[in-house]
């Protein structure tokens, strides 16, 4: 059973990482060596989409919230992982707000 | 020019009309006299939906953000008087919660 | 291996899909009965949008797009089996149209 | 007033957009010369993004259909006029799949 608190965290957890994620996406298209950034730039896109749809499915109280939270938290975690290579500002934001709402979609999920 | 602080207070003001938009038409769905609610469910939907769009608009600094929150101000104004019709908890807190969002699209499209 | 035919199979199906999906939703919110359509609105909504996120990923070539395909196809197969118990020709159609695509997506995410 | 045939003719050409672009958009993503393509990576992404939400729009009947589409057909222009510069296959066939979904929006917006 999910409570409503922890559905708001990750809700909450989401949105902090669209944000991230949208700002990385453009900031690596604005990049010196964007030859380095293609991973990033694909992962953030679809990063940022699938929080989107995560909280349309939680926030509509979706019977999916759950399988779309667990697909959620796998392509947070590949995002975070991949961002993590880079030192730049927006992608170091970007990781450590993907690994924070992996561990809420992996909550969720359970 | 548009301000970060703008931006950001205009991205937050979306997220909280998406929650409160896609937390009304789930309950309007489940509304013992539905057939009134029919414009509030479909306003709710298409309102939760442009402010999904303005948000990846704003975080992405599309080009195109200052037209896309001119219309999700028009949408929300609508969702707003729609929703104010109702004595629902949930409509009450989704009209507040559109005049709110349209109120700072409206500020962003100027 | 994912043949390029299957996935253009796949992308048609999932069109084909939202389209009756979003009719369906426009049409039994009309409905005089709509009391009895509540299930039907609410999946016709989840099916047009997990499509539409389907069709992103085939035409991106998400590394994701196989369990995106996944999930669409059991989302489908709950519409289909909703919609199927209504005699709304938008109903029936739209059952029609959420098998064919269930059947694309399962072979798709094989 | 807008036809069946006029609105299932935009809503075809978007569906054909949406496929061109996120084509463009993988494609460009893995280009040699990806130094040349930032412009074109992020329009493809908008345009591809602004076609979903007009062929949800056209399919759920929403009144706000015509200004969507209008929004949509500028999109449209511009992705086909930054596409239009590159010799890619995938960047030629995306200009010209933008060039015709952008004068079908253009007919239902008027």
Redesign the interface.
């Known amino acids: 059973m999910i409570s409503t608190e922890e559905r708001q965290r990750c809700?909450e957890a989401c949105?902090e990482c669209?944000?991230a994620c949208?700002?990385c996406?453009?900031s690596c298209?604005?990049e010196e060596h964007?030859?380095m950034m293609?991973e990033c730039?694909?992962l953030d896109?679809?990063c940022?989409?699938?929080c989107?749809?995560a909280?349309?499915a939680m926030?509509?109280?979706?019977p999916?919230m759950q399988?779309?939270c667990e697909?959620c938290a796998?392509?947070c975690e590949d995002c975070a992982q991949e961002c993590g290579k880079h030192q730049h500002d927006h992608c170091q934001r970007c990781a450590e707000a993907c690994r924070h709402c992996a561990e809420a979609c992996r909550s969720m999920a359970a």
């Open positions: 809700i949105m669209v944000e949208n700002n996406y453009v298209l604005g964007i030859d293609r730039i694909r896109r679809e940022a989409d699938i989107q749809f909280i349309k926030s509509s109280n979706s999916y399988q779309i697909l796998q392509i």
